[in-house]
């Protein structure tokens, strides 16, 4: 096995995020598909057996279901009293969090990670009291059942018919340490049922004829396994990733579908998921984009929407910024651990493979130990439009700024001339052509490059005002100085357009962790999205509208950089978004007639509004990434303003 030196920079991320575990206590979770398949009794055994190893274990609640053996079990430990809760007349036994603190054992077992609390409690639901536990250093031992992960309580029901009201959110999950499944054929589980051992006899009939069918129970099998499954593989990952480990671990398949501009696009991407489909692999969708390659901004856009179409199919989209696309492709595939790649093969005369390389040939050259699959049609794909030159006056201005450049340059040496030797005027040259790459354009680099070696020529090298070379010297300094200019030119460029995403990158994130901040210290619907909408207009450079139903019509309620008034089109846009909960508009297949993108506002009980976002360039679609991130926002912002209003509910129904 080949492994390579570790980046610096994510090693250094590895260690702070190891120093944050230290400091909290660490969870394991007993995950099962269904109860009775001996979570909590495996959990006790784990638990003797740590407290074998001298540590000091105490348990904070168990349920035994007056299962004999569990009972047992239990004796042998030290259990902290339960505090007694008076509601409605009844006494009701919960863990008594405040006592576990107090205790503070070096592992303390709490069990039904879901379980709701009384409404006296601190917490509302358990796995909020073992958040707490964590955050003040106290290891966790729990249980959980496959059914009350958030995420998967839509699929669940569908299952079992039956929604289940207490669950857990999935960032538990990725808090775990440790996520131990507890696996029990589904033969198994319903005989352990029949003879008693998980529930009562007459709860055993209902179960058996609602939950405890053997077809729910191999189905949520399934879906215990696949999590599991999961976690074991985002470990492997960071360990790879922690590492610096290159060489492709085939745990799992996972396909990597290359895609441009052009047509041919849409079949790789197709070929891709009927391959990811087949397999039951996850699979990414990567755009390459690379100064060498001067995309209009109708390429840019078709290459957003080819992104798009793979992430409707499932696909993970992701696009790069590299000179090399080859090594681009490779590195993201080794970093991903990639084990096939998906993509499309031009078919060309022969002369052109002798003299111009084949980006498919490099890269199964390059590939190594990864699969490529190679997508071809005896149909010429499509060529991309090249647009009027009225359409683009800024690329032609620069040009025109370009030449003047080299012109002053040109003449600034002329006066320096009588003065200077010739060599030493090729730094004037240097600097005019870092200069014109500061326009990020490689076109007009590329002709400072040649003008300033023309110039030159012409005129400081004799015979002067020729451009024969009379010494060879003269003429490799002139082959020389062609090619520093182009690579200074290269490199500048590169470096400013990684600058510029960089920079782009750092302000999203700031603007998303300033309206996070901002919206936990807000009150007030009018005043949260007030604040939302500021901070999106400045995180994504756009016109931001708020809109929530009243009187069953969606309004405006916040508003920033735009003041005009929707039409009738604009409305209905609106309204089939909030009604259908379905993104459209702008770049979208949905209604894409509308200059602005429409979100909806999810919250935990449907939606609850509207956000419209029109950019300030409309021409320039927002990269699938954007997207994500503005769905984020949208969803925190949704998040926010439900938790607002429930709470002046709740400061009503006390005051009532």
Not at 178 to 183: G, K, M, P, R, S
Not at 325 to 337: D, K, L, M, T, Y
Not at 621 to 635: G, H, I, K, R, V
């Amino acid at each position: 096995m080949t492994e390579y030196r570790p980046n610096p920079e994510k090693l250094l991320q590895r260690v702070q995020e190891e120093e944050l575990k230290e400091q909290r206590g660490k969870l394991k979770i007993y995950l099962g598909a269904a109860p009775g398949v001996g979570k909590t009794y495996t959990m006790l055994q784990d638990a003797t057996a740590k407290r074998a190893q001298g540590l000091d274990v105490v348990i904070g609640i168990v349920e035994s279901h007056n299962r004999q053996e569990i009972e047992a079990m239990l004796k042998s430990f030290e259990i902290i009293p339960r505090q007694i809760i008076n509601y409605h007349g009844k006494e009701i036994q919960e863990f008594d969090l405040d006592a576990a603190l107090k205790r503070n054992p070096g592992l303390i077992l709490v069990d039904e990670m879901a379980h709701s609390n009384a409404p006296e409690m601190r917490h509302s639901k358990r796995w909020q009291d073992i958040k707490e536990l964590l955050d003040c250093g106290c290891d966790v031992y729990t249980t959980l059942n496959v059914q009350h992960i958030e995420s998967l309580n839509d699929v669940v029901s569908q299952i079992i018919h039956t929604r289940i009201k207490e669950t857990i959110p999935d960032s538990m999950l990725e808090v775990a340490d440790t996520i131990e499944l507890v696996d029990l054929p589904p033969e198994d589980l319903l005989m352990r049922l029949h003879e008693g051992k998980v529930y009562f006899p007459e709860q055993a009939k209902l179960a058996v004829e609602h939950f405890f069918r053997k077809g729910n129970l191999i189905a949520l099998r399934e879906i215990a396994l696949r999590i599991t499954a999961e976690r074991v593989g985002a470990q492997v990952l960071l360990y790879r990733q922690g590492q610096g480990i290159k060489h492709i671990w085939p745990t799992k398949e996972k396909l990597l579908v290359c895609v441009g501009s052009g047509e041919e696009s849409t079949k790789v991407i197709r070929a891709a998921y009927r391959m990811a489909s087949s397999l039951k692999a996850d699979w990414i969708a990567i755009h390459v984009d690379t100064p060498w390659l001067r995309y209009t901004e109708e390429q840019r856009n078709a290459a957003i929407q080819h992104l798009r179409l793979a992430e409707k199919l499932g696909a993970e989209t992701r696009i790069v910024t590299g000179s090399d696309i080859v090594s681009e492709i490779i590195g993201f595939a080794r970093e991903r651990n990639v084990t096939k790649i998906v993509m499309w093969k031009h078919i060309r005369p022969r002369w052109r493979s002798l003299f111009f390389r084949s980006l498919v040939d490099e890269l199964v050259r390059h590939s190594g130990e990864i699969d490529v699959y190679i997508i071809t049609s005896s149909i010429d794909p499509v060529k991309p439009h090249k647009p009027l030159l009225s359409k683009h006056p800024i690329a032609w201005r620069v040009y025109g700024i370009a030449i003047s450049i080299v012109a002053l340059a040109t003449l600034l040496n002329y006066f320096l001339f009588p003065f200077m030797k010739p060599s030493n005027l090729i730094m004037v040259y240097l600097l005019s052509v870092t200069l014109c790459a500061l326009f990020g354009r490689m076109g007009p680099a590329i002709l400072a490059s040649v003008l300033s070696v023309l110039a030159y020529d012409f005129f400081f090298i004799p015979p002067i005002y020729s451009f024969a070379v009379n010494d060879i010297q003269y003429f490799f300094t002139l082959i020389v100085m062609l090619f520093v200019t182009m690579t200074i030119s290269h490199l500048t460029i590169i470096t400013q357009r990684q600058a510029q995403a960089a920079r782009l990158s750092e302000r999203r994130t700031a603007a998303l962790h300033t309206l996070s901040r901002q919206l936990a210290h807000t009150r007030g619907t009018d005043k949260l999205l007030n604040v939302a909408v500021r901070y999106l207009s400045e995180a994504f450079d756009s016109e931001i509208l708020a809109l929530l139903p009243v009187n069953n019509h969606l309004a405006v309620k916040a508003r920033y950089r735009s003041s005009q008034k929707l039409s009738d089109k604009e409305k209905a846009v609106a309204q089939w978004v909030f009604d259908l909960g379905e993104i459209a508009g702008l770049g979208t297949d949905t209604l894409p007639f509308s200059d602005a993108i429409y979100v909806p506002l999810f919250a935990l009980k449907g939606t609850i509004g509207v956000l419209r976002v029109r950019p300030m360039q409309p021409e320039k679609l927002f990269t699938p990434e954007q997207m994500q991130l503005l769905e984020d926002c949208a969803n925190q912002i949704a998040l926010s303003v439900e938790v607002d209003r429930i709470h002046d509910h709740k400061i009503i129904d006390k005051a009532l």
